[in-house]
């Protein structure tokens, strides 16, 4: 990894709150993708769940289920909203009608 400024986490995820405050998911992902970077974790999960959040909000429903699914591996736990929200999105989101 090799970033030219290191942000802190705390910084970058209360700036990302702030935009989805605002509606502004896709400048919110982008903060996001930069804190996943380089972390296969998603940092237990949660980073991953909040992609899926801004995900559903900008209505990109198989980004959002696969997000949601990310995060509910990497801590079942704990992502217990995110597990719920990936089996709600599995009952809308298929591919049945791209297979037939």
């Not at 801590?75 to 989101?93: D, F, Q, T």
């Amino acid at each position: 990894m090799n970033r030219t400024k290191k942000y802190d986490f705390n910084t970058l995820e209360q700036r990302a709150h702030e935009l989805i405050c605002n509606e502004k998911y896709e400048d919110a992902l982008r903060i996001y993708f930069y804190m996943a970077d380089g972390d296969p974790s998603l940092d237990a999960g949660y980073l991953g769940e909040k992609i899926a959040i801004c995900y559903e909000k900008l209505g990109e429903v198989y980004a959002a289920k696969y997000w949601y699914g990310r995060a509910a591996e990497e801590n079942p736990e704990v992502r217990l909203s995110a597990a719920a929200a990936y089996e709600r999105l599995g009952k809308i989101v298929t591919i049945d009608d791209l297979l037939s």
